[in-house]
């Protein structure tokens, strides 16, 4: 499959990729989660080309993952502020940054810490059934009309 097919395909992982799926639009959305919202910022949290920022973050913003606000006129700049498309998506990559942590540790790395706000307690990212509220393990999870779809 091309990579500009993701978009219309019917499983919702590939179109969960032609959004957040390369490296430098899933950190830009880290980023502006993490509250970076001009054009400089990302570009010098990531350290890639302005073309590659900029790239990026046009395709965020056509996919409304991102809102364009203006902040100055002469020259035009913006800041990309997250929609509640990104903020949905802040879930997903926090489950990624939680498989990082356990199965890709480094020397030096450490554990992020997460606080809920209505609480103020520190937690560890967990999935739970709707109906039952059972946490859901690996391997506990089937697709019985996954085969329709592939």
């Excluded at 980023?31 to 350290?47: I, K, N």
């Excluded at 056509?62 to 802040?90: M, S």
């Excluded at 990624?96 to 790395?109: H, N």
Aim: charged fraction near 25%.
């Amino acid at each position: 499959m091309r990579w500009d097919e993701l978009a219309g395909d019917d499983c919702p992982i590939a179109r969960t990729l032609s959004v957040i799926g390369d490296r430098w639009s899933a950190l830009i959305l880290r980023d502006a989660l993490r509250g970076v919202t001009r054009f400089d910022g990302f570009q010098a949290r990531l350290g890639c080309s302005r073309e590659m920022v900029s790239r990026r973050l046009a395709n965020l913003v056509e996919a409304g993952v991102l809102e364009r606000k203006a902040y100055q006129a002469h020259p035009e700049r913006f800041d990309y502020l997250p929609t509640d498309k990104a903020r949905a998506l802040g879930h997903v990559l926090m489950m990624m940054a939680q498989w990082g942590e356990a199965w890709l540790p480094t020397p030096t790395s450490r554990p992020l810490e997460r606080r809920h706000r209505a609480c103020g307690h520190s937690f560890k990212p967990t999935l739970f059934c709707s109906e039952c509220q059972a946490p859901l393990e690996p391997g506990g999870v089937d697709y019985p009309n996954a085969a329709a779809r592939a």
